[in-house]
């Protein structure tokens, strides 16, 4: 069975699994969501909802995220973010770019559950392997879903399966970026390109790092450390055995 089959059959069987009715997933016009959306219209049929969500974003993100609906069937609601981003800005004290580009990708997660709570559905999230090892996710943002269907697969593997899947060229080749500020692409932010740190996370879960490039490794671990609570559950303080009977 195909990598896409598996994927689309795990999809289903984790809506079945919580009793809900399908899938909600924001479509930004990147290559992640177009690849989640066109697997779970395989696995679910029409229980999949699309939202585009455009804040302060690329019009052709927006374009593309609608082409790419019509061109799967995916049925989609556009909801404009941007008065909302910029009214919740004006309440709060200044900040730097960061903390407005994280509050765009939570603006996003609390809309997807709006629309999964309304349906039962569950929220699919788009975030791969690649991202999820070296941190490059929203706590509480673009990491706040139920499910993530390529959380086991490189950005290169996803690459490669979007190609198999037909999603167009234009959308598979455009700089990757989550759109959190003007002019924003993933590797810039990194500081390495998708293929480079693939290379070294690969090394790294093989255990032979030795022909790495070692500048590449040092950033990429230390990406991983700086971003181990993001993966880790949430801390819960104990009272300790001792002091089980009672507060």
Same mark, same amino acid.
């Given at each position: 069975?195909?990598t896409?089959?598996?994927?689309?059959t795990? !999809? *289903?069987?984790?809506?079945?699994?919580?009793?809900?009715? *399908?899938?909600?997933l %924001? !479509?930004?016009? %990147?290559?992640?969501?177009?690849?989640?959306?066109?697997?779970?219209?395989?696995?679910? *049929?029409?229980?999949?909802?699309?939202?585009?969500?455009?804040?302060?974003?690329?019009?052709?993100?927006?374009e593309?995220?609608? @082409?790419l609906a $019509?061109?799967?069937? !995916?049925?989609?609601?556009?909801?404009?973010?941007?008065?909302? &981003?910029?009214?919740?800005?004006?309440?709060?004290?200044?900040?730097?770019?960061?903390?407005?580009?994280?509050?765009?990708?939570r603006? @996003?997660?609390?809309?997807?559950?709006? &629309?999964?709570n309304?349906?039962?559905?569950?929220? $699919?999230?788009? /975030?791969?392997?690649? #991202?999820?090892?070296?941190?490059? &996710?929203?706590? &509480? %943002?673009?990491?706040?879903?139920?499910?993530?269907?390529l959380?086991?697969?490189?950005?290169?593997?996803?690459?490669?399966?979007? @190609?198999?899947?037909?999603?167009p060229?234009?959308?598979?080749?455009?700089?990757?970026?989550a759109g959190?500020?003007?002019g924003?692409t993933?590797?810039?932010?990194?500081?390495?390109t998708?293929e480079?740190?693939?290379?070294?996370?690969i090394a790294? #879960?093989?255990?032979?790092?030795?022909?790495?490039n070692?500048?590449?490794?040092?950033?990429v671990r230390?990406?991983?450390?700086a971003?181990?609570?993001?993966?880790?559950?949430i801390?819960?303080?104990?009272? /300790? $055995?001792?002091?089980?009977?009672?507060?």
């Amino acid at each position: 069975m195909k990598t896409s089959e598996r994927i689309s059959t795990w !999809i *289903g069987e984790k809506v079945e699994e919580a009793g809900a009715e *399908g899938v909600v997933l %924001g !479509i930004s016009g %990147g290559v992640d969501s177009a690849v989640v959306a066109v697997l779970a219209k395989k696995g679910l *049929g029409d229980g999949v909802l699309g939202l585009i969500m455009p804040c302060h974003s690329d019009p052709t993100d927006v374009e593309h995220a609608r @082409r790419l609906a $019509a061109e799967f069937d !995916i049925q989609t609601e556009y909801v404009d973010l941007t008065p909302v &981003f910029d009214r919740l800005l004006e309440a709060l004290p200044p900040g730097d770019r960061v903390a407005a580009g994280n509050l765009k990708a939570r603006l @996003r997660m609390a809309v997807w559950y709006y &629309f999964a709570n309304s349906r039962n559905y569950l929220v $699919a999230g788009a /975030g791969n392997k690649s #991202e999820l090892k070296a941190g490059y &996710f929203t706590k &509480f %943002g673009d990491g706040g879903v139920d499910i993530l269907p390529l959380g086991d697969l490189l950005k290169t593997q996803v690459r490669e399966l979007a @190609r198999e899947l037909g999603i167009p060229e234009e959308v598979i080749a455009k700089p990757p970026s989550a759109g959190l500020w003007e002019g924003q692409t993933d590797e810039g932010e990194m500081g390495i390109t998708y293929e480079e740190l693939d290379r070294v996370l690969i090394a790294i #879960e093989s255990g032979n790092t030795a022909e790495c490039n070692q500048e590449a490794l040092a950033r990429v671990r230390a990406m991983m450390a700086a971003s181990q609570h993001k993966r880790d559950p949430i801390p819960i303080w104990s009272k /300790g $055995a001792e002091e089980q009977g009672g507060i």
